[in-house]
């Protein structure tokens, strides 16, 4: 994969992000603002790999989808695995994490690991 230098470095800078200035306490973060900064960071990871994914898939007719649900409607052709991985970390990282700025740490957590199971079934 030509861009999984990038793809782990997105995800290593949200994992420092939540490390680092979210102030998980318990099965909380306490510092929404960077849980959603994480989130988004994540998510964007997700994206690429989706993005990688179908460019092996669909080589030269490759263009870059403009919505989730036409990622959905894509990566269904292909890979429903892929598929529910990608559900999963949008769930989890852009609606619950960047967009509702959820603190419950096992949400992110469940986020990061569907985008790392993506990754793993992508490169």
């Known amino acids: 994969m030509d861009h999984y230098q ?7 800078n949200a994992r420092e992000i939540l490390s680092t200035k979210a102030n998980k ?3 909380e973060y306490k510092d929404i603002k960077y849980v959603q900064m994480a989130s988004g960071t994540a998510y964007n990871a997700t994206l690429m ?3 990688e994914y ?3 898939k669909e080589g030269a007719k490759f263009t870059k989808p403009q919505s989730i649900d036409e990622y959905r409607i894509r990566i269904r052709k292909y890979n429903k695995t892929l598929l529910s ?3 999963e970390a949008y769930d989890t990282l852009h609606l619950a994490g960047y ?3 959820t603190p ?3 949400t992110i957590k ?3 690991d569907a985008t790392q199971k993506m990754l793993a079934l992508v490169a």
């Open 99 to 101: 967009y509702h700025g």
């Open 85 to 87: 991985y990608l559900n």
């Open 6 to 12: 990038e793809i782990t470095r997105y995800l290593a």
């Open 104 to 106: 419950s740490v096992r």
């Open 49 to 51: 790999i989706a993005d």
């Open 25 to 27: 306490e318990g099965q």
């Open 110 to 112: 469940d986020g990061l």
């Open 54 to 56: 179908l460019r092996k």
